[in-house]
């Protein structure tokens, strides 16, 4: 029988069989990778030592856990930007770093990096993969290339300017519900609550052209939208659950799945319809029918989109495109205008200012709406939303995956495969990038204040070639409702001051309440 001399391994003769030489080879592999990993960690953390670091719990938790999702994680946040002034490194764990980075100078070479050299980091992200599949948001190398450069005409102003009208409905149904509410004098409102609805029926309506009137009854679409944004809030607290296998034997999972699904569905439908319709037409007939109605809505422009080879884009890529425009627009603006309702509820003097910039816009116009080229006249109010999402970014926090080393302006350099955490809060709340920077001062953005600063001093949609594609879209609803607003309410503070609450998108813990007041007649 053939033998197999293993005696220079201290092994002694075997008979032939390939398990013992392979299961070697295994070891020795799985050795080699642990020994490659030591030695990454360990050469990383001599290069990382020119960065300064705030104490850790020990070393081996280092800072897990020491900034949490809460007001005092976010003034924590705000003492590291204060100490450490342009970047500090960060210990999950013992062998885990992340370069937290607060100044522009810094932030510049990691979100210019082409998007190949510095892409999202997909720890927490990967969690929204089953709902919202490969759109912009999560897409990544020439795939994301490819949908930017398809996606970026639909939001161009000639589209955007029909949606105007879908703003100014929106908001009247909202206002029309407060003064319902407020028949007495005044009442208490939850703005997230409102607002959120107010957002999401908004955009249901421009990007599939569909009315479910959720802010007058429940809709299952919009209450399957809320529970997936809440249960991936919930997921991304409870560590061991990032595993997809652990996670979808959960209650939570599995409502989660049944979310998903019915989501996907109503979009597929709405996908299919527009498909068949459009054979029947054609696409100059089913163009100058959408241009009666004044209003092509996103599904229309992802469905005629072509790139210069004449490709369309696939139904399951038109589906990961709406869901995630549906997801990203709703929470994020809805976040900015109920902190900016906050904001100038705390300064009446403020308020009074954009109440009267708007009365002096509007006239006696009826009907009372904001068309396009009525924003370009609300230069105050624009500034008060500004200097709103300064002091509080919808967004707080984006992160980055460095595949190769980048430089900092300083020479310092950040090693490949550490992942550098941009704190949008904490560069709007640096001292050294803005002097007092807990002060809501609007004048702040008055051009010839801004002139010297630098871009990168605000970001609150990113910025680089990954920035927020629907930046135009945000500001322009906006601008809409918080002219209404101020034009037909009178916004005051709570007796509660409210705890800032970081999830996906900047909360306040328990709602963001205020009072709101019916100043004349509203909408009908």
Known sequence: MLQLSLSWLGLGPLAASPWPLLLLLGASWLLARVLAWIYTIYDNSGRLRCFPQPPKRNWFWGHLGMIRSSEEGLLYEQGLASTYGDVCCWWVGPSYAVIRIFHPAYIKPVLFAPAAVAPKDMVFYSSLKPWLGDG???????????HRRLLTPAFHFNILKPYMKIFNDSVNIMHAKWKRLASGGSTRLDMFEHISLMTLDSLQKCVFSFDSKCQERPSEYIAAILELSALVTKRHHQLFLYIDFLYYLTSDGQRFRQACRLVHDFTDAVIQERRRTLPDQGVEDFLKAKAKT??????DVLLLTKDEDGKELSDEDIRAEADTF?????????????WVLYNLARHPEYQERCRQEVQQLLGDREPQEIEWDDLAQLPFLT????ESLRLHPPVT???????????????????KGVTCLISIFGTHHNPAVWP????YNPFRFDPENSKDRSPLAFIPFSAGPRNCIGQTFAMAEMRVVLALTLLRFRVLCDQAEPRRKPELILRAEGGLWLRVEPLGAGPQ
């Not at 004044?294 to 599904?299: G, M, P, S």
């Not at 190769?404 to 310092?412: A, V």
């Open 326 to 338: 549906m997801f990203e627009g709703h929470d994020t603006t809805a976040s900015g205008l109920s």
């Open 397 to 415: 926090t984006i992160s980055r995956c460095c595949t190769q080393d980048i430089k900092l302006p300083d020479g310092r350099v950040i090693p």
């Open 436 to 439: 007092d920077p807990e002060v």
């Open 136 to 146: 912009l948001l999560l897409s990544a190398g020439d795939k994301w290339s490819h």
């Open 294 to 299: 004044k209003t092509l809505d996103f599904i």
């Open 383 to 386: 500034m008060c939303i500004k």
